[in-house]
């Protein structure tokens, strides 16, 4: 005990000057986009982020999704932008026209990869320049609208609604800045959102303190809950009822930013987890790594391995006994209609 303290308080003296530093860097910067130091540039059509202002496990990929679906479902020409976190390439990549599908996630990031097998007739740009993948994607296909996936920073591209997720986990020493906690901007700078999401709240029970912040903001906010696709979906496309795993026992792993929620969305089931493995977000996956969750999962005498959509699409080289199926997430907003309100004016 006496040791964990001392390195608590040694980490804390490292980190807290370290986040200082951020935030004179995040401050200077946004001072410059306020006062047109730092250029922002608009694109010839409408333009929707969806970001955060911590790191990792809001829910963005589910959110671009669902509202891509929502825009088609009007009548909308919807295209996407990413930055590709994680790719092996640099500058515009197309990751699909809309019709094509990538083979490669490497190439293009792991989530816009996974957006592009999801969605039909949307195609998607990586690109580290937003404004410069927004331009090729408006030359290459014309689309009616663009949503920019994991925005709120890129203050350099001018957006018309800004949607900004906020997960229900977060807890106070979470929000601090980076590296100290998990912000990647100060709490105040929320006034330049249009809306706030608190998502997920059906597996994390937001803390008092987190409620009384974002009213604070006073800024538009709803609430959404997860759900399970009641299909389960294997890498080479083969599916089970979700219902199958119930009575089963399952060893679960995942690399993504909230695995709590992935373990407890599975809990509510019904099945029994009979082990876990977490890894770091966006982790590629290695033979090594593999053979042991097979064995792991042997010991414990799983009948499946479970994942995250996410994580399935890094495991097609490798082959193991046991099952391996994926989990994709739904979403419900509450009120709904308050959030296609703020979409309304775009179709």
Known sequence: MQTNRIFKEYLVFILFPLALFYWGLIYWRNLFYNFGFFVTRSLPCPVISIGNISIGGTGKTPMVEY????????????????????????????????????????????????????????????????????????????????????????????????????????????????????????????????????????????????????????????????????????????????????????????????PDGFIASLNKTGTTICGKQIFTDHYIYNGMDLKGLENDAKNSGADYLITTEKDLIKLGGFKIKIPIYAVKIRLKFHPESKLKRYLQPFV
């Open 67 to 258: 509202v891509s679906r929502y825009l088609q479902s009007k009548g909308m020409y919807v295209g996407i932008i990413s930055r590709g976190y994680g790719r092996k390439t640099t500058g515009s990549v197309i990751v699909t026209d809309g019709i094509t599908k990538p083979t490669s996630w490497e190439d293009v990031g792991d989530e816009p990869f996974m957006l592009a097998h999801s969605l039909k007739n949307v195609p998607i740009i990586v690109d580290e320049l937003r404004y410069r993948g927004g331009m090729l994607l408006i030359k290459k296909f014309k689309p009616d609208i663009i949503i920019l996936d994991d925005g709120f920073q890129h203050r350099s591209l001018n957006r018309d609604l800004d949607i900004v997720l906020i997960n229900s986990k977060d807890t106070i020493q979470d929000h601090k800045l980076l590296p100290y906690g998990l912000l990647r901007e100060p709490w105040y700078h929320l006034s330049r959102a249009d809306i706030l999401v608190l998502t997920k709240t059906n597996v994390h029970k937001p803390k008092a303190f987190l409620i009384r912040k974002i009213k604070e903001t006073g800024r538009p906010k709803i609430r959404n809950t997860t759900m399970l696709d009641k299909t389960l979906r294997s890498i080479t496309n083969n599916q089970i009822p979700l219902k199958d795993i119930k009575n089963k026992k399952i060893y679960i792993f995942s690399a993504i930013g909230d």
